[in-house]
């Protein structure tokens, strides 16, 4: 996989003074099975209350695109995105949850939690 964090941008968080939450849901989320090579769908939804940084929405969605060919497990592919956002925000708080699309009769949830050293709500 080429390395994907590049398609990432962010923005100041300019209400840097308050916590408040951003909630982005992503309902076209695509990646593939690496033992079958069929389509994964899932719908995703992004939490976090940020730090410095806010993560810009078009490139969020490129990034998240770029997994669309990707044989990638859904726990690999749900922390793969954790730690990159986590990484490159650095929020005070993260959640991400993954809600995989029943296939052969079997849905799945991955959820990543992340909460900053020190941080208190």
Excluded: W
């Excluded at 989320?29 to 939804?45: I, L, N, R, W, Y």
């Excluded at 810009?56 to 695109?65: I, M, P, V």
């Amino acid at each position: 996989m080429e390395d994907k964090l590049t398609l990432l941008e962010v923005f100041d968080n300019i209400n840097s003074h308050r916590n408040y939450r951003i909630v982005h849901t992503v309902h076209e989320f695509t990646s593939v099975c690496p033992k079958t090579g069929h389509p994964d769908f899932a719908t995703m939804e992004i939490e976090y209350i940020p730090e410095k940084f806010c993560v810009e929405l078009k490139s969020l969605k490129l990034y998240l695109q770029s997994f669309r060919n990707d044989g990638i497990f859904y726990e690999n592919v749900t922390n793969r995105i954790a730690d990159d956002l986590i990484g490159l925000l650095q929020p005070r708080y993260f959640r991400l949850t993954a809600n995989f699309s029943v296939r052969g009769g079997l849905s799945s949830d991955v959820e990543v939690e992340h909460i900053a050293d020190g941080f208190e709500e």
